[in-house]
């Protein structure tokens, strides 16, 4: 049997519900892939989806010891790592690559993923050409700091560059509330709604305040309503499927988790929309 119909039997058992099958399937996979690390990874990804712990754990030695002898796949390894929530892991496979602003990305998202806020902020501070993304994973990590001038002042500044990009109403939204100024966050999503009530990333910003306001109903309307507009809104996506949860219709929630990860493979919203199933 040759590798991808290893896999294919992985999934077949995973869908029949047979858990305890894959631990031994994927450890065989795993022997016979001790020097690929990204073959590792997927093996790591389907133990991650069952929640098969022992199994994870070998394999994370298996990956740390082979970038080890050949540290070439190691950023994407890392970035596989940090979706599948192994953050600690994911910022020690860097470690042997030369900076640069990949290598500088990677490492603020798995410093912040861990709560070493101010390494996160250093981080950033060596990119030497931020994207809107690490901007607004800096925003997160000023205000984890309790830093909220600086959290303001980037939020205001992607919102004067970006007005109707909705990472930038989110992180704005976010800095917000973060400051206790729920009124002001909701102008701001009420802004947006006036804008285009249409709009996805509108009623996404919307299902995002709701949510972060503790209002799950008002929430998943939102939500659905953004997913209604573009069935792969990611933000939305993972807002409705935590609400999804919270009413008890897990199996809902990972439908929409195995869409997430068809439209973004890796995401990090798929392994969070699955831990909170559990």
């Not at 925003?139 to 205000?143: D, I, N, S």
């Not at 701001?188 to 802004?191: D, P, Y």
């Given at each position: 049997m040759d590798r991808a119909q290893a896999f294919e039997g992985i999934r077949k058992s995973i869908a029949a519900g047979d858990l305890a099958a894959v631990g031994p399937q994927v450890a065989g996979i795993a022997?016979?892939?001790a020097d690929e690390p990204l073959v590792l990874l997927t093996c790591l990804s389907l133990l991650r989806s069952v929640g098969e712990t022992e199994t994870a754990e070998t394999?994370?030695?298996m990956i740390a010891a082979s970038l080890r002898a050949d540290p070439s796949a190691a950023l994407e390894t890392a970035r596989g790592l940090r979706g599948l929530g192994y953050r600690r892991e994911a910022h020690a496979a860097l470690a042997a690559l030369p900076a640069d602003d990949a290598v500088e990305r990677e490492r603020m998202a798995a410093l912040h993923g861990m709560g070493e806020h101010a390494d996160a902020v250093a981080a950033y501070g060596r990119i030497a050409e931020p994207t809107v993304d690490d901007d607004v994973l800096a925003?997160?990590?000023?205000?984890s700091l309790g830093d909220f001038a600086s959290a303001d002042a980037l939020a205001a500044r992607l919102m004067e560059e970006m007005p109707s990009d909705f990472r930038a109403g989110r992180c704005r939204c976010s800095v917000l509330l973060r400051r206790g100024l729920?009124?002001?966050a909701g102008d701001?999503?009420?802004?947006a709604l006036k804008a285009d009530k249409r709009s996805a990333?509108?009623?996404a910003l919307a299902a995002y305040f709701m949510w972060m306001s503790g209002k799950t109903a008002a929430a998943g309307g939102y939500a659905a309503k953004a997913v209604r507009a573009d069935p792969g809104h990611v933000d939305a996506m993972e807002i409705l499927a935590l609400c999804l949860i919270e009413k008890g219709k897990r199996d809902n929630a990972r439908i929409i988790a195995?869409?997430?990860n068809e439209q973004a493979p890796g995401h990090d919203a798929v392994m969070r929309i699955l831990d909170a199933c559990r």
């Open positions: 022997a016979s892939a394999v994370l030695g925003a997160e990590a000023f205000c729920s009124r002001e701001l999503v009420k802004a990333d509108a009623n195995g869409a997430i």
